[in-house]
């Protein structure tokens, strides 16, 4: 085994950003346009195609023993009366587990459970100093609820994987839409 080398990086709140900042990830509305409900509100969107999110993942070996890890920042913002939110996903590796931890913002933590059984489903608020434990077998989205960015850092086993096909492709079986002005919580009627 080759020696890996220790590093610092460091989240710059001032331009919302990691330094170094390793492999950026960004994902725009027609990166995931179908994942929204109102698709009258995703054309006018469209016309601008704005940045939903962007992640920051940190120079690790993608291996077993070592320790992944990420800043997520998702803007601020709505598709019709959806707030933005990541496409989610699971873990190649399903029985791993992740750790975010919310450094900015405010927001929601969708989990669905994986098994062979019936999906199960949990919701977590996600503020400034937020611990949030994603346990082995649960998907996970986050969604920005505030008028500010939100970024968490994300930390999982080098070899966990990930898996986004699926959530694409059945969505979650909850949506997080603003109803009279408060992020409310509602079945999704495209669940498949």
């Not at 977590?124 to 434990?133: A, F, V």
């Not at 998907?139 to 086993?157: D, K, M, Q, S, V």
């Amino acid at each position: 085994m080759e020696l890996f080398r220790p590093i610092n990086s460091y989240y710059d709140f001032e331009n919302i950003k990691m330094v170094p900042e390793g492999d950026l990830i960004t994902r725009n509305l027609s990166d995931m346009d179908w994942m929204y409900q109102d698709q009258e509100a995703v054309q006018e969107l469209l016309k601008e195609d704005p940045q939903i999110y962007r992640y920051y993942n940190v120079d690790i070996p993608e291996e077993e023993g070592h320790l992944q890890h990420c800043i997520s920042i998702i803007n601020p913002g709505k598709v019709g009366n959806e707030y933005n939110m990541t496409k989610g996903h699971f873990h190649e590796i399903k029985g791993t587990a992740e750790i975010y931890y919310t450094i900015q913002g405010e927001g929601m933590l969708f989990m669905q459970s994986v098994t062979d059984g019936e999906p199960e489903f949990e919701a977590l608020e996600m503020k400034k100093g937020t611990l949030s434990y994603v346990p082995p077998y649960w998907a996970h989205r986050t969604i920005n609820t505030g008028e500010e960015p939100l970024a968490f850092i994300g930390i999982y086993p080098g070899e966990a994987g990930h898996v986004y096909g699926e959530i694409e492709a059945k969505g979650f079986m909850k949506l997080l839409i603003e109803k009279d002005g408060e992020p409310t919580i509602i079945d999704n009627p495209n669940y498949k």
